[in-house]
């Protein structure tokens, strides 16, 4: 039987709302706290910007008084924990930002007049939770917190595993905060795994992350080295794919998107020059995969001929398939390389509605070409009155497609 505990989650974005949905399945009440006027008037309306997350479930937490959502931290003074779940980018140079998450620790420690479990579930280096979330809090507020951390692993859009059934990596800066961490996850979580510090659930994610994107570098760089050879990847990757074991898949594409892939590596690499280290694998990796949208866009020219004056529509603009985030999204650099080419450039995204100040195009005439980046379920191209439609990637739903990175026969 779990206790019924007060929890207040900071940041009600695709971690936070997760973790929401996860305590008040477990039976908590939630108190969800975000800065965003827009999210916080959303869910007060019962409604959930994140998908995979239902409105009912949202509507219900309101509905029954379980979940309060407001941009004031000043109901933190009441809860038994508190989960941090706020962005972790990286700044305008390319460096991990930790601003949001310092702001965020700074407006919860002056909540904090009782002894609290914190756990931060953001993605960041070693040493974050001890060294800086820790000591923020301990300027403001002089009570024995107990502090865990556990990495989010969640996968926006993947039906397969969710919060309950992802296996949860838990460590503490003392045993008593890392048990109390694991009793909390168990009541929505099915497996928890605890490890012996903060810095070991810290460095956990950073290798699951940079482990995904150095293999990403690697099929990206096998990609370039096959289509010069003439010998269509995807079948080589589909007959490597048959081994039972030690063989993993990764597949070649236009670039690496999203909040997490291309931006945890430099969390891992630019900690490692603290100490004097540098991962090779994540400067190579950056590299390959920096030069895919302009690899693709060449490959779209070798195919289709010059881009001078072309009406070119690129569709799919969020980082990957059904759903809408855009962030860190390939589609940008892919389209400033085709601009570069002298192309003129819309966009469609059947989940996107706007992005960097544009609308999403209609699916129409009037162009020359379209490029596919990110098919989601729900695309339709009925409409479309152009000339040939290409893909980075063979799909087999729309075997008329024109594969650019997947060379031909890749059927
Ligand atoms: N999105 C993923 O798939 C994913 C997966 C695993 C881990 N993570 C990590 O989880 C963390 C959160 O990512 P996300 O994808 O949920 O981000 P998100 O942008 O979807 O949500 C973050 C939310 O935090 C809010 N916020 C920002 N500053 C705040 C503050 N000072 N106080 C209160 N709210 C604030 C934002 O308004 C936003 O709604 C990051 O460290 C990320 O790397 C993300």
């Known amino acids: 039987m779990i206790k019924q505990m007060r929890v207040a989650v900071i940041g009600q974005g695709y971690v936070g709302l997760a973790i929401t949905e996860g305590a008040l399945t477990a039976g908590h009440h939630v108190i969800g706290i975000d800065i965003s006027a827009s999210v916080i008037s ?27 959502v407001s941009d004031s931290y000043a109901q933190v003074s009441d809860v038994d924990v508190v989960v941090i779940a706020v962005p972790t980018p990286l700044n305008t140079a ?6 949001p998450l310092v702001s965020a620790v700074k407006s919860l420690a002056e909540f904090l007049k009782t002894p609290k479990l914190i756990i931060n579930e953001s993605t960041s280096y070693p040493g ?8 923020l809090i301990d300027k403001c507020s002089n009570q024995a917190h107990l502090y865990a951390i556990s990495p989010e692993r969640v996968d926006p859009g ?17 045993d008593q905060a890392r048990d109390a961490a694991i009793a909390f996850y168990k009541g929505f979580c099915d497996e928890v795994i605890p490890v012996s510090s903060a810095e070991v659930a810290e460095s956990a994610k950073l290798f699951e992350n940079t482990f995904r994107f150095v293999n990403i570098g690697l099929v990206n760089e096998f990609a370039e ?25 990764f597949h070649p594409n236009v670039g690496v998107g999203g909040h997490c892939i291309p931006v945890d590596p430099i969390y891992l690499q630019e900690r490692a020059k603290e100490f004097g280290l540098t991962s090779k ?12 949208p302009r690899y693709v866009v060449q490959r779209l020219i070798d195919e289709y001929g010059d881009l001078e004056g072309k009406r070119v529509l690129v569709v799919g603009v969020s980082f990957k398939a059904d759903i809408s985030d855009t962030r860190e999204s390939p589609a940008e650099p892919f389209i400033e390389n085709l601009k ?19 609308s999403s195009s209609p699916v129409s005439g009037g162009y020359d070409l379209a490029v596919v980046l990110v098919a989601h379920s729900n695309l339709s191209m009925n409409g479309w009155r152009g000339g040939p439609i290409f893909t980075t ?19």
């Open 128 to 135: 974050t939770l001890r060294e800086v979330i820790k000591p």
């Open 225 to 249: 080295i096959m289509s010069a050879m003439g010998i269509p990847v995807g079948e080589v990757l589909r007959a490597a794919g048959t081994k039972p074991y030690g063989f993993m898949p």
């Open 42 to 68: 959303g869910l007060k309306s019962g409604k959930s910007h994140i998908e995979g997350i239902p409105d009912s479930v949202i509507g219900q937490g309101i509905n029954s008084g379980a979940l309060q």
């Open 94 to 99: 390319g460096s991990p930002d930790l601003s």
């Open 158 to 174: 993947n039906r397969d595993y969710g919060v309950r059934n992802t296996p949860r990596v838990v460590g503490g800066l003392s």
């Open 393 to 411: 990637n063979f799909n087999p739903k729309y075997p008329d497609w024109i594969p650019l990175i997947s060379v031909q026969q890749n059927k």
């Open 340 to 358: 570069a080419r002298g192309a003129e450039v819309l966009w469609h995204d059947p989940l996107v509605s706007s992005w960097k100040g544009e």
């Open 281 to 292: 694998y994540v400067s190579l990796s950056t590299e390959i995969n920096h030069r895919m």
